[in-house]
């Protein structure tokens, strides 16, 4: 499975980003995508997730603000209300067959 993920960039606080992320190779029994999301000097947390039957989290810090959302193997995250806690880079992430899959990554910056 590779992941591509597309949309990270510049926004100002209080601005919107969309990401999406597109899953290509050996694509048929994915199950959960997401995002998940790294910081300099931080460990990669997760920042929404969804299951291939809709099912949904999100990291407290993002509830309200992000919508994550599917098309069978493309993922999309919708993130307004930007802060500049929101910086970072985010990973999409893929599991199969009991493996993980992540993309290279897409930086987000929030600019205040």
């Known amino acids: 499975v590779q992941l591509q993920a597309f949309g990270g960039g510049l926004a100002q606080a209080g601005g919107s980003l969309r990401l999406s992320c597109v899953a290509s190779?050996?694509?048929?029994?994915?199950?959960?995508m997401g995002w998940y999301r790294q910081t300099p000097g931080k460990s990669r947390e997760m920042v929404a997730r969804?299951?291939?039957?809709?099912f949904i989290s999100y990291a407290d810090s993002v509830k309200d603000r992000f919508t994550i959302s599917r098309d069978d193997t493309k993922v999309f995250l919708e993130m307004s209300r930007l802060k500049a806690e929101d910086a970072g880079v985010y990973y999409c992430?893929?599991?199969?067959?009991?493996?993980?899959?992540w993309g290279q990554g897409t930086k987000v910056t929030v600019s205040s």
């Open positions: 992430y893929a599991e199969r067959a009991r493996f993980d899959f």
């Open positions: 190779g050996r694509i048929a029994g994915i199950q959960d």
């Open positions: 969804i299951t291939y039957a809709g």
